[in-house]
């Protein structure tokens, strides 16, 4: 009788579910727009955007005039949550050992009087290697040139920025208030999201999954997208998989295997989370990961299906909690 019951509340839950991304059609994500973030980001004048330079706040600059455009409210008055991060000594021709850089944070308030006081976090890190060299994570540390990081991680910031886009112009707003975060310090050791942990907006007990893309820019020919961390919230498993109905990718989902980038940060601190990237490549952290390589059509589907787990998440109709993978 109880397994009877558990398939009827799956088939109510995802009927409703599937009713409720029908209404918020994601027409406003396309490749045009997501071409435009990625090519700015990952052009030249950045210099491949290591913290602590001009290229790096040009970029925190460029995201925070989307999250004004678009309508996200501020926390403490500001979308930037300035930190400060160790340099190894001549990397990148930083002046000093210790630099500031800053996360780009803004959010948008649920529709539901009562589910509005949860929060489900979306991120992308923006920041790269700038110019490599010996001490930096390059590839190719004998050769010092522009490390645009196209792929790693424009393109996440480019799915973050399209998908706020189309929230802000939906008419049915999500039940859960959402929070936008664009990590820096990344490269360094997930240090933007590891700060922004410790250093919540919001009560941690509110904050119920963070949703994270790194990579989302080389859909491949058998179009998957991979993740890992959807066990981490219930039902999630079946949700990625549905969700890959109809969406013209091949979801590659793992309940664990959380992996390596800034939705870490938030597993460790017992956070619901799951990370997004369509694959590895040879230019990864080398001075060709450039935007002529970037699948921009692969990259608004990748940034549609997120949208659609997003939105399916933050109008959850059972309650979410954290279920531990290791």
Request: glycine share 10%.
């Amino acid at each position: 009788m109880k397994s009877f019951q558990k398939l009827e509340f799956k088939i109510l839950f995802f009927t409703v579910l599937f009713f409720n991304i029908g209404m918020n059609a994601q027409n406003g994500i396309n490749a045009k727009t997501f071409y435009q973030h990625d090519k700015y980001l990952s052009s030249d004048k950045m210099e491949g955007r290591f913290p602590g330079t001009k290229g790096n706040n040009d970029a925190a600059d460029y995201i925070e005039k989307y999250f004004k455009k678009f309508g996200l409210k501020k926390f403490n008055d500001s979308y930037f949550q300035s930190f400060s991060l160790f340099v190894k000594e001549g990397l990148n021709k930083v002046k000093s050992d210790s630099v500031k850089t800053q996360n780009v944070v803004g959010y948008i308030e649920g529709s539901d009087e009562k589910l509005k006081n949860e929060f489900i976090v979306i991120g992308a890190h923006y920041d790269h290697w700038g110019w490599g060299g010996q001490n930096s994570g390059s590839k190719k540390k004998d050769v010092v040139a522009i490390h645009n990081g196209a792929d790693d991680n424009a393109s996440g910031v480019s799915a973050l920025l399209c998908i706020l886009e189309e929230v802000s112009k939906s008419k049915i707003k999500p039940k859960r208030s959402i929070i936008f975060v664009s990590f820096s310090g990344e490269e360094e050791g997930l240090l933007g999201s590891k700060y922004f942990v410790s250093h919540l907006p919001v009560e941690k007990s509110a904050v119920k999954v963070m949703l994270n893309m790194d990579m989302v820019g080389r859909l491949n020919a058998e179009k998957q997208i991979y993740m890992g961390g959807a066990g981490t919230f219930p039902e999630g498993v079946e949700l990625m998989k549905k969700l890959g109905e109809n969406s013209g990718l091949n979801p590659v989902v793992f309940a664990g295997d959380v992996g390596g980038s800034d939705h870490v940060s938030f597993y460790k601190a017992s956070i619901s989370a799951v990370g997004f990237h369509t694959g590895g490549h040879s230019q990864y952290h080398t001075p060709e990961d450039d935007i002529d390589l970037i699948n921009i059509d692969g990259g608004a589907l990748v940034s549609k299906y997120i949208y659609n787990a997003l939105v399916s998440i933050a109008d959850y109709e059972q309650p979410l909690y954290f279920i531990n993978q290791d």
